[in-house]
């Protein structure tokens, strides 16, 4: 194998020697390392790293759902967490879904003070704790509020950190949209006379105006928060509303990539159901999910993964006839044939990525953008040949075809070079 790797990286490099290569680094934004989605994205980055491979890191800029597709949009980031109902200040067509995480739960904490009658009245006339003012728990507010005919005149937004959004002497409300076991949530009921406004009187109720709102507002849901969860506290159910937490990404992802993340996290959820309880109701079952944004290519072609073939819709029958022997063998059998169309899908994907990469090429007029789309297309090739020596492709006569066309598409970028060089002179 060592040699036959050897002899590959010769091909490549055509007599350059087979040189270190480290694969394509992959971050996700979360904001900042104070805020809730932190600890979510270091759960979701130790699965990814799994064994040798350290392809996934975090980035920690900003503050909120609307920064961290912020983030994606100008590059900084290749994925991000956000609610479902981000909005953001750039052009979005470039975003992606990837997958729902869990549930952020709409927690308005007040002040035992205050004798609310009704959301309005709560709300008129005080300052309330927001978080940041690019966080999702703003926009998701905003929405509501107007839902419930409030005047956005007769409140005022205090902007924090998600930390730092908290029941104070000024400020006696305070809202976030978070996952249901925040540590804040619970400080601010069991230290600082807080107390859960619930929607309605009778939070199990139907024909509630949660679920009024959730008709006008398709990508939230209403939700009850269960007597007791933080000790003793709320006394009796609370009824508000809810939105799923997303993984988004770059449209320009490759789709094995987003392929793999998928996988990787789906195939792991009794181990991140373990270390948080808001990983509890990770599901692939997400196929016709309202999504703020399509599905990413890559999560399309994991869904389809499992359509029913005639081994499995046929399973009963064949074990009534085969042996416990045959059965195994048979299994055996054919795992290790979709192993092999998978590695073989796999170097055709890559190929026609290539193949993409070589128009571009040819399209490109000037020796910036040409640089910009050769690097991709070399980046493409040490990807395989990485994954080559991960066993996760074979070293076969496909790879081969592989490596010859990226000769080519080489050497139809060292001509288009001289041609907008020679343009530049004249």
């Given amino acids: 194998m060592k040699n036959h790797l050897l002899l590959l ?23 900042s390392e104070t805020g809730s989605y932190y600890k979510i994205g270091t759960q979701l980055i130790a699965i990814l790293n799994s064994g040798d491979e350290k392809t996934f890191g975090l980035d920690t800029h900003g503050e909120g759902s609307t920064n961290n597709c912020e983030r994606v949009l100008i590059g900084s980031a290749a994925f991000a967490l956000a609610q479902n109902d981000v909005e953001t200040d750039s052009p979005n067509d470039n975003l992606r879904s990837v997958l ?34 690019t966080g999702g728990a703003l926009t998701f507010a905003k929405h509501l509020f107007s839902s419930y005919g409030i005047d956005p005149d007769t409140y005022e937004f205090v902007y924090s950190s998600s930390k730092e959004n908290t ?22 009921l069991v230290n600082k006379q807080g107390k859960l406004f619930s929607l309605d009187d009778e939070a199990t109720r139907r024909g509630s105006s949660a679920e009024g709102f959730c008709m006008e507002y398709p990508l939230a849901r209403p939700y009850v928060i269960p007597k007791e969860l933080f000790f003793d506290l709320p006394r009796q159910p609370v009824l508000t509303i809810a939105i799923d937490n997303m993984l988004f990404a770059d449209v320009a992802i490759p789709n094995h990539v987003v392929y793999d993340v998928v996988d990787r996290v789906l195939s792991s959820k009794a181990r991140l159901a373990k270390e948080n309880s808001v990983f509890r109701y990770l599901s692939d079952d997400f196929e016709d999910l309202l999504t703020r944004f399509p ?53 055709e994907e890559y190929y026609n990525e290539l193949a993409a990469f070589d128009r571009e090429i040819l399209q490109q007029e000037s020796l910036e953008s040409l640089i910009e789309v050769s690097k991709k297309a070399r980046l493409l090739r040490d990807q ?25 598409v080489n050497e139809n970028v060292q001509h288009k070079t001289k041609q907008l060089k020679a343009l530049k002179k004249q």
């Fill in 295 to 347: 599905l990413h290519q890559g999560v399309k072609n994991y869904l389809r993964r499992n359509k029913p073939g005639f081994f499995q819709r046929n399973s009963s029958l064949l074990k009534g006839f085969a042996s416990l022997l045959t059965a195994i063998l048979g299994v055996f059998s054919i795992v290790k044939r979709w192993q092999t169309r998978r590695k073989k899908s796999r170097i």
């Fill in 167 to 188: 029941l104070s002497d000024s400020v006696l409300i305070s809202i976030h949209v978070t996952a249901h076991n925040n540590p804040i949530i619970k400080d601010m």
């Fill in 100 to 133: 729902p995480l869990y549930s952020e739960v709409l927690f308005i904490v007040y002040h035992d003070s205050l004798r609310p009658k009704s959301l309005k009245d709560l709300i008129v006339g005080h300052k309330i704790g927001i978080g940041a003012k």
């Fill in 384 to 408: 395989v040949i990485y994954l080559v020596g991960q066993n996760k492709l074979e070293a076969n006569q496909s790879l081969q075809i592989f490596l010859l066309f990226w000769r080519e």
């Fill in 9 to 31: 990286c010769m091909t490549v490099f055509l007599g350059g020697g087979c040189q270190y290569f480290k694969p394509m680094k992959y971050k996700i934004a979360v904001g």
